[in-house]
């Protein structure tokens, strides 16, 4: 293979986007959008999404763009008029973060629910950067993971990037990690997330991992999984980054122990399946013994057509990756210009499921992430009800809080502009089947005489 030349990163955000020679295609009016919009929602583009992935000819129609540059209609009018009107008045840096950060909140910023049920105890310690939900799989968001190489506008990752840092899942200490892996024997499956913990040198990522390789039978872990967007946005990370041979030799001691190694990789678009460096780089940690597996949302003006999903999914398939997962994309943040209905979602992807050899249905979905666990939605049926043929729509847990949940089906209420579970109805009777226990989990864990949601 030829050598590829190292690429220096370089950042771009609101303090300087304006100086990306790209910006002089755009009106005075779309790069005032972009500040307004940017002051609320994460913004940070780097050279490689600009220079190989953005297609400039049509951006005001190209997914990337879409996908990194804040977009006007991702605000509503009051909130993009309140922004807007701030900056007139003031260039008051403090003031337009008091005002940034009112619509924020107004946003929907932290799901109730993730903060509370899913952060454990160790002793009398909150281990606020793990997440322990589902038996197998502890998700650990290490400090220093807590940024991506850009950042993307649907994210309901962004309040972690905002600087509001009360909001921040985040944990330095790598022994209180290994002390609660080892208690949880149960745990198979460690998943660092972030943010995207790609983003961290080798010296730091490495050092939650030497642990776990020196004694590989005190904790239970015999799967890692590392949730990152680099392939999208980085790929160098695993070219011609400086520690970018350390972490392949430091892949290929992981699996030479005898843990699977899987890249939990988010493509949302053809796009990034495209370029040199993606191919390169996926060949590079495919060599080292681990797998890559694929997943994004679902995204309205980004990839809510079949035909997008069937590329992507079949692309992935030959360059070596197994399809994953499609979820719903959750309802925070700029969730109004993102949004597709849970029916469409299903039509999309049996559309595009459809299109596709078995080798590519690997991936499952359409699922959302809500409180009792990740809900596929498995499609409409039609039932007779009260003594007619009426609409269901019909589910199923791909995961569930309590594992006695997993894989039964069940049914809601057809209702073609739900978008979200806690949208749904029962089909039968008052209350879904888990109802009712999870109602008890919440007040066992959280007890604020508050009623447990499905968000
Ligand atoms: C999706 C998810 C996991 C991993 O689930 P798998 O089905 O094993 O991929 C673990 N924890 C949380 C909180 C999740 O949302
Ligand atoms: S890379 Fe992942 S965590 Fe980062 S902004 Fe995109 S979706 Fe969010």
Redesign the pocket.
Known sequence: MEVMPEINYKAYSLHNFRSIPEMKLLSEEELFDIEVVGHVLPFKVNNYVIDELIDWTDYRHDAMFRLTFPQKDMLSKTHFDKMAAAMRKTSDKQELKAVANEIRLELNPHPAG?MEL?VPMLDDIKLTGI????R????FFPSSGQTCHSYCTFCFRWPQFVGMDELKFAMRETELLIQYLEEHQEAT?L?FTGGDPMVMSYKVFSSFIEPILADTNKTNIQTI?IGTKSLAYWPYKFLTDKDADQFIDLFERIVQKGINLAF?AHFNHPQELQTEAVARAVERIRATGAQIRTQSPLLNNINADPDIWAEMWRKQVNMNMIP??MFIARDTGAQRYFEVPIVDAWHIFRKAYQQVSGVCRTV?GPSM?CTPG?VQVLGVNEMPLNGKMEKVITLRM??GRNPDWVARPFFAKYDPNAKWMNDLKPAFGDTFFFEQELEQMYHEKVDQGEHANFE
């Open positions: 993730q899913n997440q322990h939900k589902y197998q799989t502890v998700l499956d998943l999984r939990m994953y997962y499952r992430s990740k791909i995961q």
